[in-house]
């Protein structure tokens, strides 16, 4: 079976890439694998040139296979497109999701309560095993709630509120998720070109 590799070390993205690629003939698999992998920097300005670079890194250590990264993010327009590429990190180097979530709400609250609106975004940029890119991007609009709830996914999705829905990602649940999410319209792009 051909192997695909995933430049990630996020377990909620992992889980969500192998559950929405799973019939698609391949063995995933991440850097974790590998005893000698260092993820690289994101020193890219946009979600597209640090998914370029995830990938690329991880074609220089396998170029025989198929090889994708991501990079994704929560984009509010009352934060001037922040968290933005800084959504991992938002709160500081080491901030864990509930962190940066606290940071959003509070920002928010400060800048702009009334307009929540804000949208998630994937890119993705897929090599494969003959050197040809891909990218494969997708967003879903939505807003940022008042306060976390739910307890499913990762990340912002205790506070993303998707169009047209009055309950968080986290409280609608992965099988929502899954069909709806930036990820998930990004990696139905990405199906046509595997
Ligand atoms: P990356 O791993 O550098 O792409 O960082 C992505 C960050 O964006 C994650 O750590 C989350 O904070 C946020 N994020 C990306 N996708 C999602 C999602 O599907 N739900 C909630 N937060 C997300």
Redesign the pocket.
């Known amino acids: 079976m051909n192997e695909l590799w995933i430049a990630?070390s996020?377990k909620?993205?992992l889980v969500?890439f192998k559950t929405l690629l799973n019939n698609s003939n391949f063995l995933f698999k991440s850097p974790a694998e590998l005893k000698t992998y260092y993820s690289p920097e994101?020193t890219g300005k946009t979600f597209e040139e640090?998914a370029r670079i995830k990938a690329k890194s991880l074609n220089s250590v396998k170029s025989d296979c198929w090889v994708i990264g991501?990079?994704?993010?929560?984009v509010v327009d009352g934060l001037e497109g922040y968290p933005g590429i800084f959504?991992?990190r938002y709160a500081g180097d080491n901030a864990g999701?509930s962190e940066?979530v606290a940071k959003v709400l509070k920002m928010l609250g400060l800048r702009s309560p009334q307009n929540r609106k804000a949208k998630?975004v994937?890119c993705i940029v897929a090599i494969s095993p003959s050197g040809e890119e891909y990218v494969c991007e997708g967003t879903v609009e939505g807003e940022i709630s008042k306060k976390v709830s739910g307890s499913e996914?990762?990340?912002?999705?205790v506070c993303?509120i998707p169009e047209g829905e009055s309950k968080t990602?986290a409280e609608l649940g992965m099988a929502f998720?899954n069909k709806t999410?930036?990820?998930a319209r990004a990696i139905f792009k990405l199906k046509e070109v595997l």
């Open positions: 990630t996020n909620g993205k969500e994101e640090n991501e990079d994704s993010g929560l959504s991992a999701d940066n998630m994937s996914g990762f990340g912002y999705d993303f990602f998720k999410s930036h990820r």
